[in-house]
């Protein structure tokens, strides 16, 4: 069974970076894409960008300044950093597996932006 | 690219019929048969319902299907459960993705 789990400060102070490591476990992370999405409390859902099984990736252009995401195959994790954070920043962050057909979602990791 | 659009809110009886529509652009929605739906129940992450437009993954019910004209998607669920109120989501290719901003729905 394929498995999410986000991982990462709750707390991020304005104008630093927000940092968040998904673990995979199930599947390895060297087939298949690799995303991270956001919900802002009470809002929906944002796509923040993805990671291919090769190390590829494509960012939302409303967010592609600020982003960038990684892999570490050897420890089977995908990484998010979003620098610069403000308040419309604080959202719940999920890593989902797929392209167009995200069947894998991890629990969500709600962070805050605030000093 | 800007977030696809969905009635804020649609509600119908148990046993009927409901859908949800999905409107973008020849550069989304329209560009590509690449659109999905998502279900998210309060406090819970999103499911994947249909993707590719009609597919649907194992596991979920035929009573959930989709659609596609020109630019707008549809999402249809039929014999409509208490189970079903819930957000719901589309989500598009467009180079890279974008989600639609929700649906809620109502079993009256």
């Known amino acids: 069974q394929v498995q999410l789990q986000e991982s990462g400060p709750g707390l991020v102070k304005p104008s630093e970076t927000l940092s968040l490591t998904c673990t995979v476990s199930?599947?390895?992370?060297?087939?298949?894409?690799w995303n991270w999405i956001r919900q802002p409390p009470g809002k929906g859902l944002e796509w923040i960008g993805y990671?291919?099984?090769?190390?590829?990736?494509n960012y939302n252009p409303s967010l592609k300044s600020r982003v960038t995401i990684s892999m570490d195959t050897s420890k089977n994790q995908f990484s998010l950093k979003l620098n610069s954070v403000t308040a419309a920043d604080t959202a719940v962050y999920y890593c989902?597996?797929?392209?167009?057909?995200?069947?894998?979602w991890g629990q969500g990791t709600l962070v805050a932006v605030s000093s | 690219q800007s977030a696809l659009t969905q009635p804020r809110s649609v509600s119908g009886s148990p046993g009927q019929s409901l859908t949800i529509s999905c409107t973008g652009t020849g550069s989304d929605v329209g560009g590509y048969n690449f659109v999905s739906w998502y279900q998210q129940h309060p406090g819970k992450g999103p499911k994947l319902l249909i993707y590719d437009v009609t597919k649907r993954p194992s596991g979920v019910p035929d009573r959930f299907s989709g659609s596609k004209s020109g630019n707008t998607a549809s999402l249809t669920i039929s014999g409509l459960q208490a189970e079903d109120e819930a957000d719901y989501y589309c989500?598009?290719?467009?180079?890279?993705?974008?989600f639609g901003g929700g649906t809620e729905v109502t079993v009256l």
């Open positions: 989500c598009s290719h467009a180079g890279g993705f974008v």
């Open positions: 989902a597996r797929g392209w167009g057909n995200t069947d894998y």
């Open positions: 199930g599947h390895s992370i060297t087939s298949y894409y």
């Open positions: 990671i291919s099984y090769s190390g590829s990736t």
